[in-house]
C-alpha cells in the first residue's frame, strides 16, 4: 500500500487544507438535482433542534417556578405545573421524534447520492482496475459503504449538534448572566460572573481534552484499515475454499488470519488505553459540573439574596452553558472518528484524481477497421522491457495466434490493447467496430446463469431460445434448465465449464473482433476445437487474436505472431 497517498489528507491539515477538501466533498450534494428535497429536509431538521432550544429554555424557567412552589409549599401551584411540564414533555417528545427521523431520512438520502457518484467515479476510467494493480489505496469497498455511511451521519449529527449547541449557548448565557449577578473579588465587581466561571470552566476541559485523547484520530484511522483487511482476508478462503483445501493450507491461512486480527487486537488495545484516560477526565469533568454551580452560587443563596428556585434555575442555565461550551468535550470521540474517516475517503479522492489525471502511456484508440500496433514497448514496473518498438497490422477477418515463452509479453500486449497497460510507448488503434474480451478466467457476476451469459448486457437482452442455442453449441446443454438460477457460478462450475460459458457469451454477444488470452487453457483439446469451430462456424468473417501455447491452435490460425526477445515476429505458417 502506498502510505504517503494513505496519509495525504493528514498532511493537508498541516498546511491547512483539511477543511477545505472536506468542504468540496460535502457541498455537490447540497447543489445537485435533489437540492430541493435535500434542503428542505435539512431546514425541518435545523427547525426542529431549534425548537429543542426553545423547549430547554421553556423547563428553564419552569424549573424556577416548580422550586419556588416546593419552598413556599403552594400545593396548587405545584399540581399547576406538573400539568404543565406534562404539556412541554409532550412537545418535547414530538419534536425529538420527528427530528430523528428527518435527520435519518437525510442521511440516507445524501448517502445514497454519495454511493452512486462514487460508483460511477470507482468504476469510470478503469479506477477499480489501475487502484488494485498499483496498490495505491487500500479496501475501496470499506471505503465505499461504511466510510461513506459514517460520513454523512457523522457529518449530520456533528453539524446539527454544533448548531443545536450554539443557539443553546446564546439563550442560556442571557439567562445565566440576568440570573447570577455580580461579585466583588479585591475591590473588582465581575457582572456575570457565573457565565465567566463556565467559560474557563469549559475552556480548560476542552484544551485538557484534547491534550489527553488526540491519539485516537491516527488510532481510528488505523483501526478501520485493519478490520477491513481482515474482512477481505476472509472473503479471499471463502473465494478459493477448493484450492485451499486441496492444497491443506488450513495452518497458513489461520496463521494469516491470526496476524491480521492481530493488529486489530493491538490497534484495539491502544485504543482502550487512550479511551479511558480521556472517559476518566470527561467523566470526572462532568461530574464536577453537576455540583459546580451549586459551590459558586451557594454564597448568595446562604446569605439570602435568592430563593432556592432561582439557585435551581442558575444551575440548569449553568448546565446548559457549560454543556454548550463542553461541546467539543463531549463530541470527541465521535469528532475523532470522523477525522479518521474523512482522512480516508480524502485519500481515496486523492488516489482516483492521480489516476484520472495520469496521461496515457500507450495511446489506445478505436478508428477505422484494423488493428494496427505502432511502436509499442511495453514495460515492467521495476523497468525491464517486455516489448521494444513492436508493429503489427491485423486485418478485417484475419485470426492471428501470438505465442511465445512464459513471461515474453503475450498477455500484457492485450492488456495494453485493452487500455490497461500503464507502462510502455507508441500507439494501437483498434478498429471502430463491435468487440469483446475474453480472458483466461472469465468473470461470472453472481445472480441468475442468464445474467452471467449475457454479461455485461442484462439478463434479458436476448429471448429464451437464443440463450438455449449458445448452450448447447458450446456443449453445456446440462445448464439450459438452470438458466433462471440465482447461485455463485464463479464457484459453482468447473474451470473448463467456466471458458466455454465465456464462449457461448461471446456467441451471443456476436462481435465482429474477439480478443482471446489463453481462453481455451482449461479445457482438452477436443472442446477446444469444438468451440474454436463453433465461433467460426457461427460468426463468419469474425476477427480474433488469440494469446496461447497449443500447437492444437494453429489450425484455427491462419497467421501466426511470435513474442521473441521484446520483438514481434511474423511465422510461416505450414499447412
Known sequence: MNQNAEYSAVNDTVRGQFF?????????????????KAWTLLIAVIALSLISVGISVWFNTWYKDFYNALQQ????????????????????????????????????R??????????????????????????????????????????????????????RNVVSLVSFSIILWGVSGSIEVLGFTIPGYMFWCVVVYAAVGSWLTHLIGRRLIGLNNQQQRFEADLRFSMVRVRENAESIALYNGEPNEQQRLSTRFGKVWHNFWDIMKVSKRLTFFTSGYSQIAIIFPFMVAAPRYFAGKIELGELMQISSAFGNVQESFSWFISA?????????????????????????????????????????????GLDLADGRHLLTNADMT??????????????????????AMGGLWPAGH?????????????????????????????????????PHERYVQVLEACRLPHL??????????????????QQRLAFARALLYAPQWLYMDEATSAMDEEDEASLYQALIDHLPGLSIVSVGHRSSLKRFHPRHVRIDSGHLLEQTVTA
Open 20 to 36: 477545505r477538501r472536506v468542504w468540496q466533498m460535502v457541498t455537490p450534494y447540497w447543489r445537485s438535482e435533489e437540492k430541493g
Open 332 to 376: 470527541y470521540s465521535e469528532l475523532a472518528s470522523w477525522r479518521a474517516t474523512c482522512d480516508r475517503l480524502l485519500s481515496f479522492h486523492q488516489a482516483m484524481s492521480e489516476n484520472e489525471e495520469r496521461q496515457p502511456a500507450i495511446d489506445v484508440q478505436h478508428q477505422g477497421d484494423e488493428l494496427k500496433v505502432q511502436h509499442v
Open 394 to 415: 491485423v486485418e478485417q477477418g484475419d485470426r492471428l495466434m501470438l505465442s511465445g515463452r512464459s513471461g515474453s509479453g503475450k498477455s500484457t500486449l492485450l492488456r
Open 73 to 108: 409549599k403552594d400545593e396548587a401551584s405545584f399540581w399547576r405545573l406538573i400539568l404543565y411540564f406534562c404539556a412541554i414533555a409532550a412537545v418535547a417528545i414530538i419534536g425529538a421524534v420527528y427530528r430523528l427521523y428527518l435527520t435519518q431520512m437525510l442521511t440516507i
Open 480 to 497: 439450459v434448465p438452470r438458466l433462471d438460477e440465482a447461485n455463485h457460478w464463479q464457484r459453482l462450475l468447473s474451470p473448463g465449464e
Open 110 to 163: 445524501w448517502r445514497a447520492w454519495l454511493t452512486e457518484k462514487h460508483f460511477a467515479r470507482w468504476l469510470g476510467d478503469k479506477n477499480y482496475y489501475q487502484l488494485e494493480q498499483g496498490g495505491y489505496t487500500d479496501n475501496p469497498d470499506q471505503r465505499i459503504s461504511e466510510d461513506l455511511n459514517n460520513f454523512t451521519s457523522n457529518t449530520l449529527g456533528l453539524g446539527l449538534g454544533l448548531i
Open 426 to 462: 507508441g500507439s494501437i488503434r483498434l478498429p471502430a467496430a463491435r468487440y469483446l474480451f475474453l480472458p483466461q478466467k472469465p468473470y461470472l457476476p453472481i445472480g441468475s446463469l442468464r445474467e452471467a451469459l449475457s454479461y455485461p448486457q442484462s439478463g434479458d437482452t436476448y
